[in-house]
């Protein structure tokens, strides 16, 4: 059975963005978690503590790439 969206408009529904992988970086030998997201509004990348208290996220514009990001977070890492 076809979706009500396609069977009005002829279209189908917009693929689902695949989850990003975490990332890792290391700093004085103790490895740290991040965790990227993507958010549509959003027009820098931002770097918050995770509500968990153990991990970080990392929000970033819906266009950046992933090897921004980790060039991002190698430059973020003495703060």
Known sequence: MLPLRQ???G???PP???PLPELLIEIDGISI???PKRHATSRRMV???ARDGESFTLTMPKR???VSAKAFLDTSKLW
């Open 64 to 66: 950046q790439s992933l």
């Open 47 to 49: 770097l918050r503590l």
């Open 11 to 13: 279209k189908r529904s």
């Open 7 to 9: 069977i009005l408009f």
């Open 33 to 35: 978690v991040i965790k």
């Open 16 to 18: 689902v963005a695949a």
